[in-house]
């Protein structure tokens, strides 16, 4: 019995001493030989990390995802001769969850923010996004520039940790802000009436005005922030951020991401393959 | 002997009433919050008939997985639940304080907790350690469609199997304390009588104790059973495409908010009633038995 307790307890102590080890290898920063590009080359698969956002990001009918990030996620993938494997993961969580290795890279529409690239390393951008706001025509009547809106009795929705909600904080401070997992959720709550706008990246705001044309409305003719959308990959990897950011200059070159960028954003040509 | 179930005039008026109050409550959300209902096309995320061929809509893939997820979870949390159980009547300080020290741990926890602290921590640096990933990659393609079928798809299965422990570790707890409950409540007398027959302690516990503890506790093991159903929901939250996370991802995408959620609701309660009816019947054939 007493050995039994011995055993156990080294075997204990191997455990630990050994995931301490590792830890401490798993520490030190990427040479060439084991960056990010050569470990997926390695593993034929390129893990990208996402969320649902339409439409960059979504299930079509048979649980494939399609949108403007898969487009090009999958079209990184097949330079780099690579399978590509979509990792939908909460937006709130998607930091640590690259971080902790669940995927290789964020393509999410990811906008490149200095508090977020203190954590991780950013490509040069692919794509620009900006915010907009869509609001409820009862409530929001007659409003029609962001001071409007920036007043202690309004209140807006926006999706957890995205830059919709800190542009909402920052624009209309006085305004109550209260936050949603995914957007569907702050639009299903302006639709009901329990909060005055949703502020989201453009188009979703114009479509969703055009699909709920009798109870929403666009207060701005124009997106009132303008930000860059980058790839986000762990940090210290220059050998990854290097092909990142010349593949984005071929491409964009090419104007091969503006031809899909009018597809999911100019047309709505993509909406048969959802509903 | 069994009363036969007569239809008695109230049985209507409540039928009526139920209806009228459904019916109510569709037309509130229909008319005065402007809700559009689309029903028709919910179908479609349930069953497609995409080339000729049927095949598992977005949600009935994440029931699929509920289904994997809720049986292997009650499995094995039967079985570290009644070793540890084992553990907790133990005449050894030692294991008496491992099996303590695991069921208040985790059942002082909130569950939402614990699959934050075993997908982030925990389960990734013990995945690193065993290689699993690399070793489910280089497996043979039929190695990998078995896991597929058991499991999830080979790009999911980390991801699986850390929600699968983090179930697994929170049902056990109280699967533990249903078998220590069970244990202890069998007579001292009974202890007594095996050891008098020259028993050794463990042909005791097989022999003699576990039967009859194990058909006191069925019908709370049972319950168990049904709430891990309910307990699998929270996996969602690490991304595990299970019923609940798939309803959440069609909405993003699709923004049928009520149909979804109505749909999910009827689909988890399709589940744990059934089950439930099952344990009603086990329990019936039980006390016949007895």
Known sequence: ???????????????????????????????????????????????????????????????????????????????????????????????????????????????????????????????????????HKKLAAGFKKIADFNRANVSIAARTGTTAAAAAQQWMPKAKLRLFDDESQAIQELLLGRVHAVVASAPLPAFQAIANQDKLFLPLQEDFT????????????????????????????????????HYWFGTKEWEKLIK | MKNKIRFTPLDAVLIVLMLAAVLFLVRRIGVEMNYRWQWPVMLQYLVRTGGGAWAAGSLAQGFLTTVK??????????????IMGLMRVSHSLFYRLVAGSYVELVRNLPPLVLVFIVYFFIGDRIMALLGMEALIR???????????????????????????????????????????????????????????????????????????????VLPTLAGQLISTIKDSAIVSVISIPELTFQGLELMSATYLTFEIWITITALYFLLTFTVSMGVRRLEGAMQTKS
């Open chain 1, 1 to 135: 019995m007493r050995r039994n307790h011995i055993v156990i307890a080294i075997m204990m102590i191997t455990v630990l001493v050994l995931l301490v080890v590792r830890e401490a290898t798993a520490q030190t920063a990427p040479l060439a030989g084991e960056s990010m590009l050569e470990q997926v080359m390695k593993r034929g698969t390129l893990r990208v990390g996402m969320s649902t956002f339409v439409p960059w990001a979504m299930q079509d009918k048979s649980g494939n995802f399609v949108g403007f990030e898969i487009d090009v996620a999958s079209r990184l993938a097949k330079e780099i001769g690579v399978k590509t494997e979509f990792i939908p993961t909460k937006w709130s969580g998607i930091i640590p969850a690259l971080l902790t290795g669940k995927f290789d890279i964020i393509i999410g529409g990811m906008g490149i923010r200095p508090e977020r690239n203190l954590k991780v390393n950013f490509s040069i951008p692919y794509d620009h996004t900006g915010m907009s706001i869509v609001a």
């Open chain 2, 138 to 216: 280089s497996a043979s393609p039929e190695t990998q469609a078995a896991l597929n079928f058991l499991f999830a798809s080979p790009a999911r299965l980390s991801g699986f199997f850390a929600g699968l422990a983090t179930l697994v570790l929170y049902e056990a707890a109280y699967i533990t304390e249903i078998v220590r409950a069970g244990i202890q409540s069998i007579e001292q007398g009974q202890w007594e009588a095996a050891h008098a027959l020259g028993l050794s302690r463990w042909q005791q516990l097989r022999c003699v104790i576990l039967p009859q503890a194990l058909q006191r």
């Open chain 2, 69 to 82: 997820l809720s049986f292997w979870a009650t499995a094995l949390a039967t079985l570290l639940g009644t």
């Open chain 1, 226 to 261: 303008r930000e860059p959308i980058g790839f986000a990959i762990r940090k210290g990897d220059s050998d990854s951020l290097n092909f990142l950011d010349n593949w984005i200059r071929v491409v964009e070159a090419e104007g091969w991401l503006k031809e899909r960028k």
